[in-house]
């Protein structure tokens, strides 16, 4: 009895289906799609060829403007700075370069943004390293947050300091790089 029962459940299944399929001439069903946007950053120099002015001794101020386009409010901006050589020389022992005044870190100064935690916006130099046979120095990061609601679009100042001690330095043009980096900040 039980095996015709399952019969006659199986037949009433395969015509409601049957009745189904006949009562529609078409039929639709809803899917849903969905994307995640990765966070993304760029940054360009809008003054990469710097010129910082003559000097004979003193300090040799530096002010260079970067632009950074994030789609997060918040970014680690952070740089590498190099000491400056005569000719764009670094392999020439004769003449020394003009050294990055350390002592004054760099300021970063952001059109519509601040440190977070009210944090200040002068970065440290905290180690060496080279840059295609530049000896540089690379800051320590500094987190800022944007103004703008969702994004980061906005120029980016830069403040640095080389010191010219030597009143006997060859006249000449020294010159370097400074490399700026801004990334997402991962929460």
């Known amino acids: 009895m039980r095996f015709v029962g399952n019969i006659v459940i199986l037949g009433v299944c395969i015509a409601a289906l049957a009745a189904f399929a006949e009562a529609e001439d078409h039929g639709h069903a809803t899917a849903h799609a969905h994307v995640v946007v990765n966070p993304t950053i760029a940054v ?64 970063f100064d952001a059109t519509d943004a601040n440190p977070i935690q009210g944090g200040p916006n ?30 980061f679009s906005q120029d980016v100042v830069l403040r640095i300091t080389w010191d010219q001690p030597d009143p006997e330095k060859p006249r000449g043009e020294y010159s370097g790089w400074v490399i700026f980096w801004a990334g997402v900040t991962q929460l």
């Open 44 to 107: 360009v120099a809008l003054t990469p060829n710097a010129d910082l002015g003559t000097i004979q001794v003193g300090t040799v101020p530096g002010i260079l403007v970067f632009r950074v386009d994030a789609n997060v409010e918040r970014v680690d901006l952070w740089c590498v700075a190099t000491y400056l050589y005569k000719g764009n020389d670094p392999q020439d022992p004769t003449v020394d370069p003009i050294v990055l005044f350390r002592e004054a870190g760099v300021t």
């Open 122 to 151: 002068v970065a440290p130099f905290l180690e060496t390293t080279d840059i295609n046979g530049f000896t540089g120095w690379i800051s320590d990061r500094i987190t800022f947050e944007s103004s703008q609601p969702g994004l």
